[in-house]
């Protein structure tokens, strides 16, 4: 909503027509003899090589996996291999320019492209800076093993080094590049500029726009490479990505030296199938994927279908690309076309395609294309060629060997240490700022007008007599969160902040009011609604080593969002062997008033998934201490905020909100009320309810409730609620997600198992109604009220003299709404 971009009425709505450019297709079309003055003898050599290497490596695999054996070296592999015999071209064209500042992304048939990257970047680093990334990594675990019988330069030995990590990593081995954890589809090295491959199909679109975008903001050399085959095309996360990447205002509001596109190449690997579908003329429409880019920008994407079965032709076309790139204009769109010989994995036998078709392009087979027009150019002679096959034959069964021995080559010992991939969940690191440089900001913070208008605020929601001040003087929770995040922005420079309205309208519910005046547009920025995107995009940000804000408006939004929060965001930290660091703290709003679809409180399905830390702040004290913790994490943290209490004052912490930082460490629940009767375990913005039913209790019914706000889902410390349940023998677990799945349960069940011998009666839960979320006015019938937690303690845990219950939580009721599903 940037005002200084006038939507002029008289200009968009004149008759006119939208010109389209032409897209090139296949248009390189030098010969090898023309291309030697580019090349020298031995690059052109190198060329093959690495195709050949990439050949042999996946050939093993495809033996490994259908005959269990490679020229007599036996081995059982169950895991997946996704091979993508046929197009090493393409990947070693991609790969062959690249440097170690420029990153790669991929799919889950990504071997081709993880050794063809890894290649060229041995190539290109000298020897010191080779030994370095060897000696370091791992403090040299794979260095020592690749080093035995090891006869040749420093060069060799990293080929080893790269051959071996991932050969390692493929068989779960610890001495593999990710220490097992990341497997055949997630293998990568971040070292050499590869970074993680992608067992989801298009999973790494919007991941390599956060990469970019990383490299923008921060001023980092070097292009991303998003690898995704022809049918990811299909994939919600692909379209958003290239949404988010094709945003106009990189161009038109971002500040002057930034202003430009993004250094993107979105690289179709297009074999032309997914799994079983033919993209084009079955599964697709687009007939040839480079058409894709005209829809996109005015730039059309600078689009192009690159013959990828010719090496030099992708070559060519990544040099040409880069300059686009290097000149702020991208991203780009390169159709690579390209052809694979084995099925979708070795268990595939291809039926779904014809014999003719697959020996058509064997007769054009990329390797032995361009092995033949070497040797007629004389650069390599067939005994040279040979040669070449056979060091690296020799080079794959050494490393296939060394790879399957268990002693060199062992599994994650889980016998004797059970938790050893629970220490590498979470990072549980503190960091201030992630670099050591000035954070770029339009004025002091003490200038601030938002900052000026909360240092004359009330930080305890009462005066001296105990009479509540007005709202509008009150210290609000988004005020503690506010305080949080602006604190952070003048710490860490590298912390961003996007989302659907956070800038100009002062971000959803005003949270943000105050960080547009403070903030320059590459810091803080509209996405498209594009959930998916804006949460990958977070993620690729973070493993490059930035801080990222994304912002879900509302919870139910994260359905939108369901790959990226359920199997990118809490995965890759533990994958990658603790490799990486995912700093990313989503903020998502549970909603009221506004119905079924935004009006859900879905806590319990990212609690559900391991890697996630969850929180829930109930008050502003609470708010911004840990909003300060998540933002000095270097976690993935989910941060749920309740709609309801967005202008709730502190009426629980001494003293009201420090002005000074402070943190509340993740995971520990805060006594609010103390009792003696009851324990009550409250989730988010139910907190004030069950306050709200304790004074009921005292004044009715002489019955004294201790109420203990959560704060976190994930971690979690229970002694606190044990030792409120010693003293209480009861308890009641309350929260406005639905009961059924609830996380409520989760806590009901713990607390049955580690506070039984103190239990009176067992944990009731009370959560809200099974239904569809009503509208506001009925909203009563379906969140949990005073008297629901009143009633559940007079029919199920112990009677309350002369209550008369509203609410039903007997048993008959109980088994027949769950006969019906409600």
């Not at 320019?97 to 050794?115: A, M, N, Q, W, Y």
């Not at 500040?255 to 297009?270: A, R, S, T, Y």
């Not at 929770?477 to 420079?493: Q, S, W």
């Not at 629901?788 to 002369?802: F, S, Y």
Request: charged share 25%; glycine share 8%.
């Amino acid at each position: 909503m940037p005002k200084n971009l006038f939507i002029d009425p008289e200009q968009v709505r004149k008759s006119n027509k939208i010109k389209f450019k032409d897209i090139p297709v296949n248009q390189y079309h030098r010969s090898l003899s023309e291309e030697r003055k580019n090349f020298s003898d031995d690059d052109l050599k190198r060329i093959y090589h690495d195709m050949r290497l990439i050949r042999e490596f996946e050939q093993m695999l495809n033996l490994i996996k259908t005959t269990g054996e490679y020229h007599g070296i036996k081995y059982n592999h169950p895991g997946p291999a996704h091979l993508s015999i046929g197009q090493e071209a393409a990947a070693v064209g991609m790969a062959y320019t690249l440097t170690v500042d420029d990153f790669i992304f991929g799919s889950h048939r990504s071997h081709g492209e993880i050794l063809a990257k890894g290649l060229s970047a041995i190539h290109q680093l000298n020897d010191d800076d080779l030994m370095d990334v060897m000696e370091n990594f791992f403090d040299g675990t794979i260095l020592k093993i690749v080093q035995k019988n090891h006869k040749g330069n420093v060069k060799s030995l990293a080929k080893r080094f790269l051959v071996y990590g991932t050969l390692a990593e493929i068989f779960a081995r610890e001495t593999g590049f990710n220490k097992g954890l990341g497997g055949s589809m997630h293998a990568f090295f971040i070292p050499f500029g590869v970074y993680p491959n992608n067992a989801i199909v298009g999973g790494s679109a919007d991941i390599s726009v956060g990469a970019a975008l990383f490299k923008k903001v921060n001023r980092k050399p070097g292009i991303v490479v998003a690898n995704i085959g022809d049918a990811a095309m299909a994939c919600g996360p692909v379209w958003e990505a290239i949404s988010f990447a094709t945003m106009d205002q990189f161009s038109k509001l971002w500040p002057e030296d930034l202003k430009g596109g993004l250094p993107l190449v979105i690289n179709i690997m297009n074999n032309q199938y997914g799994m079983g579908g033919q993209t084009c003329g079955e599964t697709m429409g687009y007939e040839i994927a480079a058409r894709i880019g005209a829809g996109v920008n005015a730039d059309q994407m600078h689009a192009e279908r690159v013959d990828g079965y010719n090496p030099l032709a992708v070559i060519d076309a990544y040099k040409r690309k880069r300059k686009i790139l290097e000149e702020k204009k991208g991203p780009v769109l390169l159709d690579v076309l390209t052809y694979r010989f084995s099925g979708h994995s070795p268990s595939d036998a291809s039926s779904y395609r014809s014999k003719e078709e697959i020996e058509a392009w064997q007769k054009q087979d990329c390797i032995y294309t361009y092995a033949n027009e070497l040797n007629k150019e004389n650069i390599c002679s067939k005994k040279e060629l040979e040669e070449i096959n056979s060091e690296i034959q020799a080079l794959i069964k050494e490393m296939l060997e060394l790879s399957i021995d268990d002693s060199t080559s062992p599994r994650m010992d889980l016998e004797s240490d059970p938790d050893k991939i629970g220490t590498m969940m979470f990072s549980n690191g503190s960091v201030d700022k992630m670099e050591d440089r000035e954070p770029e900001v339009l004025m002091p913070l003490v200038e601030n007008p938002r900052v000026k208008q909360i240092a004359r605020k009330e930080r305890f929601a009462f005066d001296a007599n105990g009479k509540p001040y007005s709202k509008m003087k009150q210290y609000q929770l988004r005020d503690g969160i506010f305080e949080a995040i602006i604190d952070r922005f003048y710490k860490d420079p590298t912390l961003i902040a996007f989302g659907e309205e956070n800038r100009d309208w002062g971000g959803a519910f005003a949270v943000y009011r105050g960080l547009t005046e403070a903030l320059p547009y590459h810091r803080l920025f509209n996405a498209p609604i594009a959930e998916g995107a804006i949460v990958g995009v977070a993620i690729g940000y973070a493993m490059c080593g930035g801080r990222a804000l994304p912002e879900i408006m509302y919870c139910d939004f994260l359905g939108r969002s369901g790959d990226e929060v359920f199997n990118q965001l809490p995965k890759w930290q533990a994958m990658s062997g603790n490799v990486l660091k995912i700093p990313v703290v989503l903020r998502v709003s549970v909603g009221s008033k506004y119905g079924a679809q935004h009006s859900q409180d879905w806590t319990s399905l990212v609690a559900h998934i391991p890697g996630l830390k969850v929180v829930f702040p109930a008050t502003p004290y609470d708010a911004k201490g840990l909003m300060n913790s998540a933002l000095q994490g270097t976690d993935p943290v989910i941060f749920f905020e309740s709609q309801r209490i967005y202008d709730a004052g502190e009426q629980f912490h001494e003293g009201g909100v420090p002005e000074d930082y402070y943190e509340i460490p993740l995971g520990e629940p805060d006594i609010k009320k103390s009792g003696n009767d009851i324990t009550i375990l409250t989730v988010g913005a139910t907190l004030y309810r069950a306050l709200e039913a304790a004074k009921i209790l005292d004044e009715k019914y002489n019955f004294s409730a201790e109420i203990i706000d959560a704060r976190s889902l994930v971690p979690f410390n229970y002694e606190p609620v044990i030792e409120s349940v010693k003293k209480t023998g009861r308890i009641i677990i309350t929260g406005d997600a639905n009961s059924r799945g609830s996380f409520l349960n989760d806590f009901a069940r713990n607390i049955s198992d580690l506070a039984f011998d103190y239990l009176d009666a067992p944990p009731v839960v009370v959560g809200s109604r099974n239904w569809i979320t009503p509208a506001h006015e009925l909203e009563e019938s379906f969140f949990p009220q005073p008297h629901w937690i009143i009633d559940a303690i007079h029919q199920k845990i112990v009677p309350l003299n002369g209550h008369k219950p509203k609410e039903r939580f007997d048993e008959n009721t109980m088994i027949q709404r769950h006969k019906e599903g409600v």
